[in-house]
């Protein structure tokens, strides 16, 4: 088993420690050490904090990391911080019920893929991706990085996401929309157009707000 600990220390760090209990049902993987964070020795749901930001960015040995927090410009600030650290590995973990054409879906590193996700096939994710709860994301569609889409999102064909993108609960994106970086979609939104400008957007159709 390999060692793993998870960045962050919020609910959905603690969502991704679950996570890796799931695989570990399926078949023993991970050994989960705990979580990353400033207050060390803090008790987290069923686990501690073991390290803190300065004794993981000066890890010595192998470690493999996960990057648990949900807000995009800080997934960025983190990720970037401790891939300074070579020994550091970042995986993509999958739930076990996720459906995908996994040998047609090309992977970055560090994506986390939670429960009930579907892929269908010619896909390319890049990293550092959140892919919340009971997700689905059409046929050629690309994704770059730092991007974390919150349950029951639909992403139709041939859709772009580029960096630093935050999608809402329930957001239904249409078939051949872009959507530039530095952007965050409200729940319940429909995007029928490609959203180019940096800002919010909701409503359906979702439109800009001030």
């Known amino acids: 088993m390999k060692d793993i600990v998870i960045v962050g220390s919020s609910g959905l760090a603690k969502e991704i420690a679950f996570l890796i ?4 049902r399926n078949k023993q993987e991970w050994n989960f050490l705990g979580f990353v964070d400033e207050n060390k020795n803090e008790t987290i749901g069923k686990y501690k904090v073991v390290l803190n930001d300065e004794e993981l960015l000066n890890y010595k040995s192998e470690l493999f990391v996960l990057i648990g927090v949900g807000f995009p410009s800080l997934l960025k600030r983190l990720a970037t911080k401790f891939c300074k650290n070579k020994n550091l590995v970042f ?21 986390i893929i939670t429960a009930g996700n579907i892929f269908t096939t010619d896909i390319k994710i890049g990293s550092f991706n959140i892919f919340n709860l009971n997700g689905t994301v059409g046929h050629d569609t690309s994704i770059c990085d730092f991007n974390v889409f919150n ?5 139709s064909g041939n859709v772009i996401v580029n960096k630093e993108v935050l999608i809402g609960t329930g957001t239904q994106i249409l078939q051949n929309i872009v959507i530039q970086s530095d952007i965050i979609v409200g729940a319940g939104s429909l995007v029928t157009k490609s959203l180019i400008e940096s800002g919010t957007y909701v409503g359906s159709p979702a439109k800009k707000i001030k």
């Open 21 to 24: 209990e799931e695989i570990n």
């Open 151 to 155: 349950p029951s999102y639909n992403l």
């Open 91 to 111: 995986p993509n973990i999958i739930h076990p019920n996720c459906v995908g054409d996994w040998d047609r879906i090309e992977f970055g590193q560090g994506n």
